[in-house]
C-alpha cells in the first residue's frame, strides 16, 4: 500500500474533484485499486461545494446534485417545471445552458429534498439571497474540488447516505 498525496476522483462524475491522502493498492498483476472511504461522506462534501459554488452550475454538477437526491431526470421535469427530459439531458451534457433562473431553482430544490439530512447550519451558511446575488448570470464554470479526510469531519452537517442513484 502506498499513499496519494492527490487522486482524481473522476468516478464521482465531475471532472474537477481530487482527493488527497488516499490509500492506494497494486496486485501482483498490475492493476491499481484506489480505497475510497466513506463514499456517502465524500458525496455529501461534493454537494455541499456545489451548493456553495458562486457561479451557475455545470452540466456535470447539475447531474451529480440530481443523483445526490436520487432523482431520474423523469422525477426532475415537474419539480422544476420542465415539460420535456431533452431539457434536462442538454443541460447535464453542456448541449445547453443552464439559465440562473434553473440553477437557482435546482439548488433550492436540493436543498428542500435533504432538508431533513442537512443541518440548519449549512443552508444558513450558504446565505442564499447574498449567494444568488453575487453570483448574477457568470458563466457555469467548474471549479477545482479538493476534499481531504479532515474536511469530511468538519462538514456542517451530519452523515447521511446517498440515496440509491437511478
Request: charged share 25%; net charge positive.
Amino acid at each position: 500500500m502506498r499513499t496519494l498525496k492527490e487522486h482524481h476522483y473522476r468516478e464521482s462524475g465531475l471532472s474537477n474533484v481530487y482527493l488527497q491522502n488516499i490509500a492506494s493498492y497494486r496486485c501482483d498483476c498490475g492493476e491499481k485499486l484506489v480505497q475510497i472511504p466513506a463514499i456517502d461522506r465524500l458525496h455529501d462534501a461534493v454537494a455541499y461545494y456545489l451548493l456553495k459554488k458562486p457561479s451557475l452550475l455545470t452540466g456535470e454538477e447539475f447531474r451529480f446534485l440530481r443523483k445526490w437526491v436520487g432523482l431520474t431526470a423523469i422525477q426532475l421535469l415537474p419539480l422544476l417545471g420542465v415539460k420535456t427530459r431533452i431539457s434536462i439531458s442538454r443541460w447535464e451534457n453542456g448541449k445547453a445552458p443552464i439559465t440562473a433562473s434553473t440553477d437557482h431553482a435546482m439548488r433550492l430544490l436540493v436543498m428542500r429534498l435533504k432538508e431533513e439530512s442537512l443541518h440548519q447550519r449549512m443552508f444558513t451558511e450558504i446565505e442564499i439571497q447574498g449567494h444568488f446575488e453575487q453570483m448574477g448570470a457568470k458563466a457555469g464554470k467548474p471549479v477545482r474540488v479538493t476534499i481531504s479526510k479532515a474536511m469530511l469531519d468538519r462538514l456542517p452537517f451530519p452523515h447521511q447516505p446517498m440515496a440509491a442513484a437511478r
